[in-house]
């Protein structure tokens, strides 16, 4: 299955109309990969799903509070069905995989980059930003080294001084000596063999 950014956009509406027909509440969900990289013009190509990392807590008062969305409320589980089923695609469309970042925490001060868009009267995106998006992506290709992870991250055209913030991140999530090698070759791929040698 492959989405374009104007496809996504068609099932997000979609998304928000099934959640106002079941009278359910609004839903605020925090989204990174392709389907950011899109909708904020860093890239433009397809991809296979739209990738939820958080449901976001909009309080009164304080700060936004970023929430577990593995698994996403059973409501909004429903309603991505019944989008699959009418629009023939699959019904993990709305992926909560990587909602397990969550676990370790994401990139500091990320809830206050967030950026907004509203579909219908029932879903509103909040996409991580570029600092985020570079955090999570060289996450991704250190430990994947897929070729789509690099692309993405060079259309992002991380400094040198951002990849060393995101590169410390990443070992938040996993300070083993494999994965620290892994690491430093994505550095290395980037173009940042001197960021990579200050990485421990």
Same mark, same amino acid.
């Not at 099934?18 to 969900?29: G, H, I, N, R, T």
């Given at each position: 299955m492959?989405? =374009?950014a104007? +496809? ?7 998304? =928000?109309?099934q @959640?106002?027909?079941? #009278?359910?509440c609004?839903?605020? /969900? &925090?989204?990174?990969? $392709? ?5 904020? *013009? ?5 991809t296979?799903? &739209?990738?939820v ?6 309080? *009164?008062? $304080? ?8 698994p ?8 991505s069905?019944?989008?699959a089923?009418?629009? $023939?695609?699959s ?5 909560? *995989?990587?909602? #397990?970042l969550?676990?370790? %925490?994401?990139?500091? %001060? ?9 579909f %219908?009267?029932? @879903? ?8 985020d @998006?570079?955090?999570?992506?060289l ?19 991380? +400094?040198h001084?951002?990849?060393?913030t995101?590169?410390n ?6 300070d =083993?000596?494999?994965? /620290?090698i #892994?690491?430093? %070759? ?7 063999p #001197?960021?990579?040698?200050r990485? *421990?």
């Amino acid at each position: 299955m492959s989405l =374009s950014a104007q +496809t996504i956009e068609t099932l997000l509406e979609a998304l =928000s109309e099934q @959640l106002a027909a079941a #009278d359910a509440c609004p839903v605020d /969900l &925090v989204v990174c990969g $392709g389907t950011a990289m899109n909708f904020l *013009g860093f890239a433009a190509r397809p991809t296979k799903d &739209v990738d939820v990392v958080a449901l976001l807590n909009l309080p *009164g008062k $304080g700060e936004p509070e970023f929430l577990m969305a593995k698994p996403l409320p059973a409501y909004v589980l429903k309603a991505s069905a019944l989008v699959a089923k009418d629009f $023939g695609i699959s019904p993990d469309w709305l992926n909560d *995989g990587p909602a #397990d970042l969550l676990r370790w %925490g994401l990139p500091e %001060g990320a809830e206050s980059r967030l950026i907004e868009r509203r579909f %219908g009267a029932c @879903l509103t995106v909040h996409f991580l930003a570029r600092p985020d @998006l570079i955090c999570l992506k060289l996450y991704a290709y250190a430990d994947s080294q897929a070729p789509r992870h690099r692309q993405d991250l060079l259309a992002l055209e991380p +400094t040198h001084e951002e990849l060393e913030t995101a590169a410390n991140w990443v070992r938040t999530h996993d300070d =083993s000596d494999a994965f /620290l090698i #892994d690491i430093r %070759g994505a550095l290395a791929t980037l173009g940042a063999p #001197d960021v990579a040698a200050r990485i *421990g």
